[in-house]
């Protein structure tokens, strides 16, 4: 049985549906040890024999036994295996990839091997050497000569160490020199126990093998054996091979983009602005809220709040929206809560009069804690039968307003009785004392003997509920808005945290917009990756030929257009959050002295959001670019200029 051996091979090509045979009915046998030369001229149909052999085409008639395996049967893993285990390519253009140094170029393939990296490096080094490149391993393609870059293509076809090598006229882009040290080259793999198919249209560069094949118009015209097959010592173990690992492509992508550095920064700083806008909204949106909410909260406690019945008619009545004793106990039981105690707003406004002077205010509800004491300026909370007035009242008394603390006044309001008719309240009060935020106000106690005295029943239409800290206070609101009766809730937040809820909703609402309109730019960001991965599969075309025909999947090459991409997001993203960081802390040194805050508020959340954005936008904007990569022809590519 031969090692390798081909049957009938016949292959067409089609031009407009119309057949066009290239190879006729080929039949050879090869084994280990020769150095056979296919001879003819060009258009022979030697190339398209050579991709046959080599699994690159299996779009044929015929049969390739390996080892008395038929090939021809084999999927496309199967293929990629072949390739991988058995077949070592040697090009007439030599195809070695331009971002890889020489070490690297040769390690293509090591990397598809069971070898250790230290294994894998020191392999490289060694066939480098051998091939008289062990000074050049770290430079580049493109720093070496014709017949230097010839001996890199013949150590990476030995790097897997596969039975079976082909050069496709490996000495047709070389001088006399150089064509005579090549092939000295390839006897000494011949010798080492290999199978060497050479393609070749140069007599004298068949002569130097074992056996020359003539091929012309598509069918052997002869088969001559020049000399004895190299003698074949004990048997031949192949390095065990495995397709390219991810971390492999990862590292490829990386070298690549290393090799283009200039035009990949431009692109990464490209896609930052996008990342850099929206997180620039975002946290200044969350500036912009910590702020509102701290100038608000400097004018109340933070940790009480005025719960009211939630109703549907726009006048109910004072017993409608009461809050009862039984709400009240059912809010107490609410985890967090620390007190809950009845309060009265008085709708309509109140009247309140010194001497000859009356102001009329419009704000005026009983003594809770969601008032500041330390924010009294002077005097003291009120008691029975005293009132605290706020800053702005008691400068309508006069300039010095502190001089109103001690005096009676009058206050006069208007309560709604039990028949709904109005009834008239008025009592002279005692000023306990000047607060410079929140509204004008006096005790429940001293209100509710107000209406005792009018036999009108004082009805509390808003319970103050106060907990240890905000944290616990937000937590406590959200569950009293939960709180329901008959299926509808039962509640509302009023006064000063229901505004800030409202206000909140609608910052971070319009900067939302704001952030959604900076991720327009986001979008620009994807067009141009899909551009710049669409130009890097043209101009990387030959490359994927040489990987395929490496032996490398069609998975792998997607996923070296991936990883590039991911690469992309992931260093855009990180300039990005950088570049915002900067302007936070630029705007933020700017605008301490006016406002004494931190305006931008860029939180880890954002920085996760803006990482996980621009790599997901730069994964799927490299779906369509990668699958086309996958999908080129590795005989066509390989055949691209």
Not at 303 to 329: G, H, L, M, N, Y
Not at 607 to 633: E, N, R, T, Y
Request: glycine share 8%; with cysteine.
């Amino acid at each position: 049985m031969s090692f390798l051996e081909l049957k009938d091979i016949h292959k067409s090509y089609y031009v407009n549906k119309e057949p066009f045979p290239v190879l006729k009915g080929i039949s050879l046998k090869f084994e280990r040890g020769e150095f056979v030369s296919i001879l003819g001229e060009s258009g022979g149909g030697k190339s398209t024999l050579m991709n046959i052999i080599g699994g690159l085409d299996h779009a044929y008639e015929g049969d390739v036994l390996l080892e008395g395996k038929s090939m021809h049967a084999a999927n496309e893993k199967d293929l990629d295996s072949y390739r991988r285990q058995t077949i070592g390519f040697i090009f007439q253009s030599f195809n070695l990839i331009s971002h890889l140094t020489l070490l690297d170029n040769v390690m293509v393939s090591l990397e598809m091997t069971n070898m250790t990296h230290a294994q894998q490096v020191k392999r490289a080094t060694d066939l480098l050497e051998q091939v008289g490149l062990g000074e050049h391993i770290h430079k580049h393609p493109n720093q070496i000569s014709g017949g230097q870059k010839q001996r890199v293509a013949i150590a990476r076809a030995l790097a897997s160490d596969p039975d079976v090598i082909i050069a496709d006229e490996p000495t047709g882009a070389l001088d006399s020199q150089n064509t005579k040290e090549i092939l000295e080259l390839m006897d000494g793999i011949a010798e080492s126990g290999k199978l060497v198919i050479c393609v070749t249209h140069s007599q004298d560069v068949a002569n130097h093998g074992t056996r020359i094949v003539h091929m012309e118009d598509g069918q052997i015209n002869e088969d001559r054996q020049l000399k004895d097959p190299f003698p074949i010592e004990g048997q031949q173990l192949s390095t065990q091979t495995k397709h390219l690992s991810f971390r492999s492509t990862l590292k490829m992508s990386l070298q690549h983009m290393r090799y283009n550095l200039k035009r990949n920064l431009l692109i990464i700083f490209g896609g930052s602005i996008g990342i850099f806008s929206v997180i620039l909204m975002l946290s200044l949106g969350n500036g912009v809220k910590g702020y509102m909410n701290d100038q608000i909260m400097s004018q109340i406690n933070p940790t009480t709040i005025q719960v009211a019945k939630k109703v549907d008619e726009q006048s109910a009545s004072a017993k409608a929206v009461e809050v009862t004793k039984a709400d009240r106990d059912r809010i107490d039981k609410i985890a967090g809560t620390q007190s809950v105690v009845p309060g009265y707003y008085v709708a309509n406004g109140a009247q309140i009069q010194n001497g000859d002077k009356t102001q009329r205010i419009m704000q005026f509800q009983t003594w809770n804690k969601t008032e500041k004491a330390s924010d009294i300026t002077k005097g003291h909370k009120p008691g029975k039968n005293e009132i605290l007035l706020t800053k702005d009242t008691a400068k309508k008394f006069g300039k010095n307003y502190k001089a109103m603390v001690g005096k009676t006044v009058s206050l006069s309001l208007t309560a709604m009785g039990d028949d709904n008719k109005p009834v008239a309240l008025s009592r002279d009060l005692k000023v306990s004392g000047i607060i410079k935020s929140g509204t004008d106000t006096a005790s429940y106690e001293t209100l509710d003997s107000m209406y005792k005295a009018q036999n009108v029943t004082l009805r509390a239409n808003f319970a103050a509920v106060s907990m240890k800290d905000v944290q616990t206070t937000k937590t406590v609101q959200n569950k009293i808005k939960k709180l329901s009766v008959n299926g509808k809730k039962a509640f509302i937040i009023t006064g000063a945290g229901a505004i800030l809820d409202s206000l909140n909703t609608y910052i971070s609402l319009a900067f939302y917009v704001l952030a959604g309109i900076a991720a327009i730019s986001l979008l620009v960001s994807a067009i141009m990756i899909i551009v710049v991965l669409y130009i890097s599969v043209s101009e990387r075309t030959k490359e994927i030929g040489v990987l395929r025909a490496l032996g490398v999947r069609r998975r792998d090459v997607r996923n070296l257009f991936v990883s590039e991409a991911f690469f992309i997001g992931l260093f855009s993203a990180v300039l990005g959050i950088i570049l915002g960081w900067l302007m936070q802390l630029l705007i933020n040194h700017l605008a301490a002295p006016a406002i004494h805050f931190s305006i931008i508020q860029m939180t880890s959340g954002y920085v996760i959001f803006g990482l996980v954005v621009s790599i997901l936008i730069s994964l799927l904007a490299a779906l369509a670019p990668s699958h086309q990569a996958a999908k080129l022809d590795p005989i066509e590519s390989l055949a691209v200029e």
